[in-house]
């Protein structure tokens, strides 16, 4: 039974052993959209239920009698809501009866069951949970509840600066800052040809074109100075961009190399760990032909002694059939035998015990009893029979008298 459960573990995954967490915490969440905190706990002043109160695990608290009692309390309920009339179930009641009425009442809603009552007389576990979400599913679909998609509100995301250590950037991370520090760059000191462009232009249509050449009036000491000072700003940079395929291209090209050089010195290591390997199998199978040689008649003795112990071996299977079937006509013989001497014991018994001669002598005594009441039967029915015959001799004596005193008395008229 261990092995079988260790294999349906192992055929249902490593996580089968967490989903019941989950449906505890899905039946919760169902069993409150029923609003069974005011129909159940409060009718029956009970706590409340905890995500994993059904859940058979030795990280979780357990007490039987109390979660068998909430089982079938639930249950009870969740038929009742189903609209099939369920009487809800005491502490003092049986819980094979309860038990067997909760799996009827499921299999008549059209749940199935393909597991013992004895799995949910624990209050807890894989199929206790399973019944209880089979039983609120049909409550739901026979009150009319169906799951809408939720709507997640519109919140706008904050920015928020999150300092990580230098170890743990990502190059995501650094292409990001890079093209951030490009930008700012950009916008602090790079010129806007645009915004120059449209300046000079507006300016040309506002104003008309001067009438006299324009002359500087500045010193040319302070504007090769001013020169110096914004000439670095005007140098144009190109930044590395990660994502460039010539970056890549130029990876490969160094890793080619890496590659090559590292494959230079593997080289000879390799070629001498070939022919290291090449001389010992060589030793192998010269030293594997010696044996041979040697043991080549041991080798032969060994193959005689196995075909020997073969023949043996048959010889042994034959005659041990042959026992067998000798000791099942043992066997029957000492069964015809031992009923035998039953038999005799019984007889030898009976011919020793006075008893029989005692039964004759009663069944004599009874004989002799029913032939005298036979007797005066008969005796009663010859007197009967005697006074019938007297009966009707006198009525027939009494005829002919008769007959005689009429005669004359018809002659007289």
Known sequence: MIERGMAEEEERGPGSVYQTFVLMEDLLDKLKVLDYEQQVLDKHNIKPLSRHYFVSSPHVLSNPGEQFYMFSVISAWLISLCGRPFDTPQEYDDPNATVSNILSELRALGGQVDFPPSKLKSGSGEHVCYVLDQLVEKALKSKGFTWNRPLYPSVEVEDECVQEDDAELTLSKVEEEMTQEDEEYE???????????????QSDLSGSRPAVVLESDVDAAEWNLEVERVLPQLKVTIRTDNKDWRIHLDQMHQHQDGINTSLQDAKGCLFKLREDISKTLEKVSSREKYLNTQLEHLISEYRQAQAQLNKVKELYQQASGGVTERTRILAEISEELEKVKQEMEEKGSSM????????????????????????????????????????????????MHATHLLEPNAQTY
Not at 187 to 201: I, M, Q, S, V
Request: glycine share 4%; no cysteine.
């Open 187 to 201: 916008e602090e000191d790079g010129l806007d040809l645009d915004a120059l462009k449209t300046r000079t232009n």
């Open 352 to 399: 020793s015990d006075g008893a029989p001669v005692v039964k004759i002598r009663q069944s004599l005594t009874k004989l002799k009893q029913e032939i005298e009441q036979m007797d005066v039967r008969m005796g009663v029915v010859e007197h009967t029979l005697l006074q019938a015959k007297l009966r009707e001799k006198n009525n027939m004596t009494r005829d």
